[in-house]
């Protein structure tokens, strides 16, 4: 759900040739913005929400498929004059047009929050990635979903940037 975040850092202040000999290092982003403690809990959050979501959205839908249903038992049996009809079928559209206009405001205030808290815990992973790296001695660092690398001068901070996020954003 959090998406990909693509981390190249330039770690070093050194010069292409002196880079030769540094550690290139990988990260595996996607995998590591999930299991973050911050990364599970805005998911558990974001489910809760979004569950929360569904429940008033279907007791709405439900409510409002029994007043249609009422409506087309009063027009079938012809208990309502035309004008009455014609009324309160207006005022069932004005109503469904509500409902959807709510829900999916609320639907648009989700993807907001969202996003913004997205975009606030990859800022936070991009600044842990970043230190991890240097004191790795990493010269680049790159994430793994992004780029595939093989041979023994490949480091993989993952598990480390991990642990240091939890330390330092409990």
């Known amino acids: 759900m959090l998406g990909r975040l693509f981390v190249l850092f330039n770690l070093s202040t050194a010069s292409v040739g002196a880079m030769?000999?540094?550690?290139?290092?990988?990260?595996n982003a996607e995998y590591a913005l999930h299991e973050v403690s911050q990364g599970k809990k805005l998911e558990k959050e974001l489910e809760d929400r979004v569950a929360a979501l569904q429940a008033d959205l279907e007791k709405a839908q439900a409510a409002f498929k029994k007043e249609v249903e009422e409506f087309q038992g009063q027009a079938e049996a012809k208990i309502l004059s035309p004008e009455a009809l014609a009324k309160r079928g207006a005022e069932l559209e004005q109503k469904q047009a509500a409902l959807e206009s709510t829900f999916g405001g609320r639907e648009q205030e989700l993807?907001?929050?969202y996003n913004t808290s997205a975009a606030s815990l990859q800022e936070r992973f991009a600044t842990v990635a970043t230190q991890v790296g240097a004191r790795k001695g990493c010269a680049l660092m790159f994430d793994k979903s992004a780029t595939y690398f093989v041979g023994p001068t490949i480091t993989d901070l993952t598990e480390d940037i991990i642990k240091e996020f939890d330390q330092t954003y409990r």
């Open 20 to 27: 030769a000999s540094d550690r290139i290092c990988i990260v």
């Open 111 to 113: 993807q907001a929050y």
